[in-house]
């Protein structure tokens, strides 16, 4: 370790777009302003050359040969200016070139924007960045001096051009970022972090393992790897200035300003850690600071001031969110036992029936890797069944097979081992053909039908790796399909979990960069989906690679289209080591084959794609990932929430977790139960009720980056109390969850929230205006800003409350989600008595599965007036044709108000609440 930081930086050239600094040993600083709120920032060090492309930034729509080699670093900045622009025009009227200051001595430059101001001071022969906001004048983000941009100059890979590695790849060490540090800031977002919310006082670690069992309060690293959080700087004071250090200079702040947050983006996919002032030094103070194996540095920094609007702006910045299918809101059966069974299939197909029995919906099976296992050697092969191997020709030729599918059928039911051989062009062409039925499912196709037709569908689970007994190892290695190690010009060998627990075999990682990796890879999905697989499980996807210096080919872009540009793109590209691009960026180009395998195979079809590791890139393809392999405990079902909503945070709307643990003892009875919120069957029905909630939900995921489960902190940061809430979420805007976590517990004590001064979005409404809150289950209504305890027995769904102004579409109870069976619409308002207010909510619906699928849209509004509540439907969008052809409004439990829908007056229901009917006006 050589640590280095840079000194003595001069302004280099005219330039404003981007404003560029360089000292004397080559070190350059670029700020390159993109929009009102959004500063991008880089630190070459000298003789370094940064990536040339960039996996993560990608606010425009991809292409085949993008999701490989990646986006221009320099087009994908461009094209988040002209976002940026986008934005800025629609929210104010139109963004304007920054404006640069310079100081009378020349030591300070200052780029400003209608809402922020980045200052580059260069006073004592340093380089500091200051970040102000305009609105408030408060410094929210400061370089700390004297070392900001550090970086290793030590000799930290030995690889480079004579070990293979291409030109500008092979580097020594690695880069930093320190920032100063306040107490009146707070930190979240960073991925799935352990709990609690906060992330201040903690460093974590930016790398992914495969965290069998992990401990949810203490484990780091666990499976996701997202270099961004957010900052929420508080109100009780401004950030620590230079105004008052050797800088001089700094921008008086406004007394006791509302809370506002900025968000801090760094584009790498390399190990590193983020530390929120974990690290204690008397010499530099309190701080936070970015470390990465990178070669070089590469940062965005957004400005809200509300936490929503940056979170908007990084689902700007690195694309939005996949959509759902909506099948996948229902119940999503799972249990490893059913394909480790040596009667498999029998017990998969009588699955159905047990559902039926018990009443219980389901719309999805995740088949486990059970299904690849090899009878005789207990290993997990990829793309086979049991011992019945087979893989579809790419490309399918007259000379391969006349009737694929016919024989690949006629394979499963029959074969137990076919051999194929991978030629020079990357299509597979069959050489062997014996053996005797597939053990334990002989018959696939047979089985997904069964499934199909009773309203199931199945995910099938796939592994990023071949054991060296795979049949296919031989003839993927001699095309290099794998990542390489370059010194022994052969694939990268490790261990990998081949059998039952614990067990591991030699084995190698695919290199979904490389062009017979991606290509294998894909056909492998498409093979699965040609037999009746509706979606694709990636799993143990972390790519636990044990040499930096290994590599990537980064060719495959030819094999994705015929664009003559991606092909010499492809053709000119150098292997990348492991260590300087990143295990993530395998974690994301396998979420990217597989989806393309999908669109592929299927175009109408919208892809059902779960990943287990994630980061920054793949969100864009798989749109459901989950909390791994959890313990059953009560300790995990409290610590798994805060979780999730970090990983909201981070552009994963589509969370979840293994309801009742996936490792450790059966969890007891209470536990499961509490798990699922209540009863089972009840607590799945109103689940499929809230569907359409959920939904509309998603359609805001995916255009917005906005979670579906959210901290409070989001829509109340000017709470104090919030900040710290970990615990409870709310459930879009306006629904508060609060699951009972502790054994034993019949009462729950709740946080309700209170507006502050930001508007709604931030929390507000302001005005002093009380913040009302309705017990979902009696009607009861309570101001927030305080603590309520209320009752929650067994046999209730947990506490929930809904904030006033709330509107919740629910729907039927169905087998399974259909378009067919959904029949009726009720919304439940809340509006509490005596508001004079406006409650709306744009539903949107589709049918739920096609790509690109016609929207309808649908304005839900309810105004309060003295004893009486009026409610109506209105068209916003007409591009999909519903079941139901009317909506019900329903007032909560013991409210006596009447309802009333364009002139026609509500009646009560037989539960004593008052209800009234729309129809629907399409």
């Not at 960039?54 to 320099?74: D, E, F, K, Q, Y």
């Not at 970090?646 to 139960?673: I, K, Q, T, W």
Request: charged share 20%; proline share 7%; net charge negative.
């Amino acid at each position: 370790m050589k640590l280095r930081v840079p000194q003595g930086f001069r302004r280099d050239g005219d330039s404003v777009l981007p404003l560029r600094f360089r000292n004397a040993e080559g070190s350059v600083v670029e700020v390159h302003v993109l929009g009102d709120s959004l500063v991008r920032v880089q630190h070459i060090p000298p003789g370094r050359t940064p990536l040339p492309a960039t996996h993560t930034v990608r606010p425009h729509a991809a292409t085949a040969a993008s999701n490989v080699l990646g986006v221009p670093r320099a087009a994908a900045a461009a094209a988040a200016a002209a976002a940026a622009a986008a934005t800025d025009a629609a929210d104010a009227g139109g963004s304007m070139r920054p404006e640069l200051a310079v100081s009378p001595d020349g030591a300070t430059y200052t780029l400003s924007t209608p809402a922020l101001a980045v200052a580059v001071r260069l006073a004592n022969n340093d380089l500091v960045l200051e970040w102000t906001s305009r609105a408030t004048g408060r410094v929210f983000l400061c370089d700390l001096a004297f070392r900001a941009y550090e970086f290793d100059a030590g000799n930290g890979h030995k690889g480079g051009a004579s070990a293979g590695v291409g030109v500008g790849v092979g580097f020594v060490g690695g880069v930093h970022h320190y920032v100063r540090h306040a107490a009146s800031t707070a930190y979240f977002g960073a991925g799935e972090r352990a709990s609690p919310l906060s992330l201040a006082g903690r460093r974590v670690r930016l790398e992914t393992t495969d965290a069998l069992g992990y401990d949810p309060e203490r484990s780091d690293p666990l499976y996701k790897h997202v270099p961004a959080y957010y900052g929420l700087v508080r109100g009780a004071g401004p950030h620590p200035s230079p105004a008052k250090s050797s800088h001089g200079g700094g921008t008086p702040a406004a007394a006791h300003p509302p809370a506002e947050a900025y968000g801090v983006m760094y584009d790498s996919l390399a190990a590193g850690v983020l530390d929120f002032a974990c690290h204690i030094d008397a010499l530099w103070g309190s701080f936070t600071s970015f470390q990465s194996r990178a070669p070089t540095l590469d940062y965005y920094v957004v400005l809200g001031p509300r936490l929503d609007q940056c979170v908007a702006a990084f689902a700007r910045l690195l694309g939005t969110p996949a959509l759902v299918p909506k099948y996948a809101l229902g119940y999503l059966a799972s249990s490893m036992g059913y394909a480790e069974a040596e009667d498999a299939q029998d017990q998969i197909e009588r699955f159905p029936d047990l559902c039926a029995r018990w009443r219980i919906p389901c719309d999805l099976l995740h088949l486990s890797s059970g299904y690849t296992v090899d009878g005789d050697t207990g290993a997990r092969n990829v793309f086979t069944w049991n011992r019945c191997e087979w893989y579809p020709p790419s490309p399918i030729t007259p000379s391969c097979l006349v009737n694929w599918s016919q024989m690949r059928i006629w394979l499963c039911r029959h074969a137990t081992r076919v051999v194929w051989r991978l030629t020079r062009d990357c299509a597979m062409r069959p050489m062997v053909i014996s053996g005797d039925a597939s053990r334990r499912f002989p018959d696939p196709p047979r089985m997904f039908k069964r499934l199909r037709d009773a309203g199931i569908r199945v995910a099938a689970n796939v592994k990023p790796w071949l054991l060296s007994g795979h049949p296919q190892y031989a003839a993927l290695a001699r095309a290099r399909g794998f990542v390489w190690d370059p010194e022994a010009d052969a694939p990268s060998e490790t261990r990998l979990w081949s059998a039952g627990a614990g067990a591991t075999a030699s084995g190698s990682y695919m290199d979904l960069s490389s062009a017979a990796g991606r290509a294998f890879w894909k056909a492998g999905v498409k093979a699965l989906m040609d037999v009746g697989v509706a979606g694709i499980w990636n799993d143990n996807n972390e790519f636990e690679l044990h040499d930096d210096d290994h590599t990537y080919a980064m060719d495959a872009a030819p094999l994705v289209g015929d664009d003559a540009a991606a092909a010499a793109a492809a053709a000119a590209a150098t292997p990348v080591a492991v260590g300087v691009a990143g295990r993530a960026l395998q974690t994301v180009l396998m979420a990217s084959a597989s989806y393309e395998a999908m669109v592929e195979h299927s175009p109408a079809v919208r892809p059902f794609l779960i990943t287990r590791s994630s980061s920054p890139g793949a969100h864009r393809f798989a749109c459901q990932t989950w909390s791994g392999d959890n313990h059953s405990s009560w300790q995990t079902l409290k610590h798994n929430i805060p979780m999730g909503l970090n990983a909201g945070l981070s552009l994963m709307p589509g969370y979840g977790h293994d309801v009742g643990g996936f490792v450790g003892p059966r969890p007891e009875p209470e536990l499961f139960v509490r798990w699922v919120v209540d009863i089972v069957r009840d607590a799945i029905e109103l689940r499929y009720q809230l569907i359409p909630y959920l939904y509309t939900l998603h359609h805001e995921a995916s255009a917005t980056g906005m979670p579906v489960i959210r901290p409070l902190v989001l829509h109340f940061q000017d709470d104090p109390a919030a900040h710290e809430a970990s615990f409870e979420f709310l459930l879009g805007r306006g629904l508060l969850v609060a699951s009972v976590v502790e054994r034993g517990a019949r009462q729950r004590s709740v946080y309700l929230p209170r507006r502050g001064a930001l508007g709604d979005g931030g929390g507000g409404g302001g005005g002093g205006a009380p913040t009302r809150w309705c017990n979902v289950w009696t009607g009861a209504w309570v101001d927030g800003g305080q603590t309520v305890t209320v009752p929650v027995p067994l046999e209730q769904h947990g506490a929930l409350f809904a904030l006033s102004g709330t509107l919740v579409p629910t729907g039927p109870a169905m087998r399974c989600v259909a378009a067919a069976s959904d029949t009726a619409r009720c919304v439940w308002v809340f509006v509490a008595q005596g508001d004079d207010e406006l409650a709306e909510i744009e539903v949107v619906d589709d049918d739920g599965e096609t790509a690109d699928a016609p929207v309808l849209r649908l304005r839900m509004w309810a105004r309060a007036a003295p004893g009486i509540v009026r409610v109506g439907v209105d068209v916003v969008q007409d591009g999909f044709r519903p079941a139901y052809r009317a909506v019900e409004f329903v007032l909560p439990p013991c409210d006596e108000r009447d309802m009333e829908c364009a002139g026609a007056a509500g009646s009560r229901l037989p539960d004593g609440r008052m209800s009234v009917v729309c129809p629907l006006p399409l």
